[in-house]
C-alpha cells in the first residue's frame, strides 16, 4: 500500500527547498548582476520589487518547510548518535537559512544580497547533509 501522506510530505519538503533555495541562488547570482546594467534607482526599483513578490514565497517555504520536516522526524523515530548529531547541525544551518531569507525580503534592505548568497550556500551544505541523512540510519 503506497504511503500517501509520506509521498504528499516529501513533494512538499522537495519542493519548497526548490523554491527557497532556487530563489536566492537565482536572486543573489543572476538577477542582482543583471540589474547592474540598470541605473541605480532603476535597479533598486527592481530589487524591491523581485524582494516584494518574493516574500510571500519565502513564509510558504519557511512554514511547509516545518510542517513537512517535522512530519519527516516524528515519522521515523530509533535513529543513531550520527544522525541526531548530523540532524542537529541540519537544524541549525535551517535557522540560518530561515533568517536570512526572511531577512533579505524585508524592504529597504541594503544587505540583502549578501544574505541571500549566505542563505544559499548554507542551504546548498543542508541538502548536501539531508542526501547523507538517507543513507544511514
Ligand atoms: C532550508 C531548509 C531545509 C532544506 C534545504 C532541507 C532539505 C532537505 C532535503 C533535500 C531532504 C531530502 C529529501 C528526500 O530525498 O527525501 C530533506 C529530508 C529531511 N528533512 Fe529537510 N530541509 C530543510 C528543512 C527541514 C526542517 C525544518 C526539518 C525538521 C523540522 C527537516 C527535516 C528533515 C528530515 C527528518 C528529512 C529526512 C532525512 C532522512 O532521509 O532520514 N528539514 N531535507
Redo the contacts with the bound molecule.
Keep these: 500500500m503506497v504511503d500517501v501522506v509520506g509521498v504528499f510530505a ?1 513533494w512538499l ?2 519542493a519548497s ?1 526548490v523554491t ?2 532556487g530563489g536566492m541562488l537565482y536572486a543573489s547570482m543572476v538577477m542582482a548582476g543583471a540589474a547592474g546594467a540598470l541605473t541605480k534607482e532603476a535597479a533598486d526599483t527592481l530589487m524591491e520589487r523581485a524582494a516584494a513578490r518574493f516574500r510571500p514565497l519565502v513564509w510558504t517555504a519557511v512554514i511547509a ?2 510542517l513537512s ?2 512530519y ?2 516524528i515519522t ?1 523515530p530509533g535513529h543513531s548518535s550520527l ?1 541526531r548529531m548530523l ?1 542537529a547541525v ?2 541549525l544551518l ?1 535557522l540560518h ?2 533568517a536570512a531569507a526572511l531577512l533579505a525580503a524585508k524592504p529597504k534592505n541594503p544587505r540583502r544580497v549578501r544574505q541571500m548568497t549566505g542563505a544559499f550556500v548554507s ?1 546548498l551544505v ?2 548536501l547533509i ?2 547523507y ?2 543513507h544511514i540510519f
Design positions: 516529501r519538503h522537495i527547498v527557497l533555495i518547510l516545518t520536516g517535522s519527516n522526524l521515523t544522525y540532524i541540519k537544524l535551517v537559512v530561515f542551504g543542508i541538502i539531508s542526501d541523512l538517507r
